[in-house]
């Protein structure tokens, strides 16, 4: 039961019929002018992107601004932080479905796309950075006449199992959910194409006893398959920096801090997505201010656990009496790239702060700016982390400066047009919102005393 006082999970005055009618009619009526500008915009960028790979394909890394010592660069910050905002989708499905947490209804369907969409724009950074990606399948354990196998002690090997299963599990998690609502729109489209796409899709789901059974059992399943592999993903991308030995990267508290940070900028990634869906397809009643809220909640608790890691990086340093560790955190607050450490506090450490504020937390618009806050903190942690432990090493001779050129800043900026250009599809095909879960949260709703739902 809600108590007095406590915004709704659904707003008041919907039934299971409004529910679908409302959401279904965002995929089969025509899309608003703003839709189609916003993915020309995208749809822009992602060309800009394959330039941008194309001119990398044929002149190799050198286009970049990589050089000695700092010999990783925009790649893999990148690839850190797609893969961190691919989480979030993940926890509020699996694992606040296994917890029964009702409010995860409502953002559960679109998180997860958001987890498929990271995952695929983090996972062409690994292929280029190899420098010869039309080799990248050696990283495969594939039978091959000379006998030749994947060095299972290197990191990046880690990377590809644990991001292919995350992003194998997270997709049949996703399909295995979309299946009741595919049935829908076979049912409610006019035109013949989309019924027979819906139809294909769906798989012959009729709603009875015997699917509704087999469908619980597969997404139980598969949500006790996602669970571990949030802890387990980062925490393996995380190992990409801990296992090398080098001031900033040889830290034991990179796994819990690289997970923390993970759903940290996954869940201001999905608060910077909902804000605006909200608005735009009119989803007030369904993407409430208590999904909102409890939004912000997660992100504040994280978020601490995020500076707390910051705090115990310099604690470290000046407790082992490492005089290289203490270098690499003195270089970090007083070396060239000093403002974009404090920046990185700035948005990490002071900005998610206003959060303990109920009105911050239950005002979309203030939320959305300390979301956006943490998005580019994210980014700069991975910058940090980088290039900060690489451009000053063991030797003062072989120091420099990095910077990302235009091809680098290409390839980000692409990527993140990418991701919006795959969103926009989602939102035009499929329903964002779960109509079926949604239709079994609203007879609990409306069976309430009408304080136990006022906002």
Known sequence: MTAPGKPPIVAPGHTPG?????????????????????????FALVMMLLYALTKLVFEGTGIWGLNIPVGWGFAIINFVWWIGIGHAGTLISAILLLLRQEWRTSINRFAEAMTLFAVACAGLFPLIHVGRPWLAYWLLPYPNTMDIWPQFRSPLVWDVFAVTTYATVSLLFWYVGLVPDLATLRDRARQ??????YGFLSMGWRGSATHWHN???????????????????????????????????????????????????????????????????????????????????????????????????????????????EFMILNRIQGPYRMQWYALLLCNVLAPQLLWIKRVRSTPALLFVVAMFVNVGMWLERFVIVVTSLHRDFLPSSWGMYAGTRWDWAIFVGSIGLFLALLFLFIRFLPMISIFEMRTIVPKTQAREPDEVSP
């Open 18 to 42: 409004s529910v679908t009618d409302q959401i279904s009619s965002i995929v089969l009526t025509r899309m608003p002018r703003w839709w189609w500008a916003a993915f020309g915009a995208s």
């Open 215 to 325: 469908y619980e059992t597969a997404y139980l399943l598969l949500a006790g398959l996602a669970t571990p592999l949030v802890v387990s993903v980062h925490t393996v991308v995380s190992f990409d920096f801990a296992v090398g030995q080098l001031p900033g990267w040889h830290a034991t508290i990179f796994p819990p801090y690289f997970v923390a940070g993970a759903i940290f900028a996954g869940f201001a990634m999905v608060i910077t997505l909902a804000v605006p869906l909200r608005t735009l397809f009119d989803l007030k009643d369904f993407i409430t201010i208590r999904h909102l809220q409890n939004m912000g909640k997660v992100m504040l608790a994280t978020g601490l656990i995020v500076a707390y890691g910051y705090v115990i990086e310099i604690f470290m340093a000046w407790y082992s009496g490492n005089w290289f560790e």
């Open 192 to 197: 013949r194409l989309a019924k027979i796409t």
